[in-house]
DNA sequence: TATAGTTATCTATATCAATAGACAAATTTG
DNA sequence: CAAATTTGTCTATTGATATAGATAACTATA
């Protein structure tokens, strides 16, 4: 018995235009590697055949992705394929920004964007084991590495112990440099809820994205090691740039 | 300073159509608990006026959640949030479908859609230590819980070793209990790989989605004990039904 | 029962998305 | 150079999407 491999046929006034399903349909293709980086793209009169539309429709979804950078497209010899590799995120017990970026990048950083004390919210607090309205530091935060962005952060701190993290945070630019001020020498990933969403217009800003793209979303909590949480946070990476690779716990 | 939450505007000619958009705005307003199960959305007139679109927009993006059975429009009452929690399916050393999904679920189990023997893949034949085109037997599944389809995944396995396995699955419905009558007792998650993307057309027939449906996807190596690999699957989760809870490898 | 609040339906108009065809411009190949 | 191939531009038409306004139908409540 033969099972079906991608019909892979697409979806009419599905609120979803033909060209960015299209546009998203070459953006798999890539990834499976059905179109080969720095190779052409099969002509789009034969694209316009194999998705059924019309060539227009297939020049809107090339159209869109030369504007994301993913295509170049050159007049009377084709359209080419950039080199774009997805970054491979780990995510283990000690998920750390710039070391788990080591090796496939040559330069990673991170950025305090903003910083504010609130009232925690029932699931911050819950997370951190506090009571509801109980005060936190909030660090939103985005994470680049050689010039682009991977991700984008809010992290929760327990706004007594921790008084002080935002500067800490603005001047070294590392969490686990900045909690080490505050006397915590290792802290572990207690636990790594995992969502995916269209990007909403702050991901779209925040992360230089185009309106469609999609964000992974991971919600974790990090504890001492003898599991005292210290921190909540919620992140978001650009799917088309960033995979999550779980590493051991 | 303050942080902008959630900025949350729309963005036109983005290829995604506004109804559909504000329809993604809801189903996430529901996820985090901002509009509530059984009780009524706010007015469509209020709702126009919060997302800065036409009513009749808005009534476009009900219309469909209708459809799709988060939503129930009352004449006259109101609109209200049917119940439908996201499953947490875990992920850890030792995943297992329907263990994972007990006391989330009353019902759950694996239905085979297709199987075949075929060459295996480069990426296929790195995962499971074979050369490549060797032959692998691949199995195309579908989970289910409480008459719904929360997975879809296809694994491969070395086919002289594991001949018959699609029969085995055909009759027990579990990949443990196939393996067991191979003499593979246990076997554990070596690595995990997870990236997210819209679900194309063979996702949302077999998950039951709707266009422009998001999908998470796991890509993972199964290996006995001592370490030899077994199984390469990758899964399919539709993103509205199903988080990801990573647990302790 | 009367009124206010809400969803349902209708008409009309403007813009975006998709199709269709023709031809121009640039590149490669014979 | 000539022909073939491929991307770029233009005009035109159709259907889907979005806005606007008016009114009907239904529900709850004072």
Redesign the interface.
Known sequence: ????L??????RR????L???I???I??AI?I?DFVENTALPPEVVLAERYGVNRHTVRSAIS?LVQEGVLRAEQGRGTFVLSRK?L?YP??ARTRFSTGLQGQTTERHIVL????IEPAS?RVAEGLGLARGAEVI?L?TRGEADGRPVSRA?GWFEARRFAGIDAAMAETGSITASLARFGIDDYLRQ????????A???D??DLDL???A???VTVAINVTPDGQPIQFSESRFP?ERV???????
Chains 1, 2 share one sequence.
């Open positions: 018995m033969v099972g079906r991608a019909a892979d046929s697409i979806e599905s609120g979803v235009s060209w960015r399903q546009a998203d349909k953006l798999h990834a590697g869109a997805r491979s995510i283990g964007l903003a910083s504010s029932q909030r939103e809010a636990s790594t809820v995992l969502s995916a969403r269209h909403d217009a702050a779209l800003a185009q309106p469609g999609i964000v992974l799917a995979e999550l690779r779980l590493s051991a716990l």
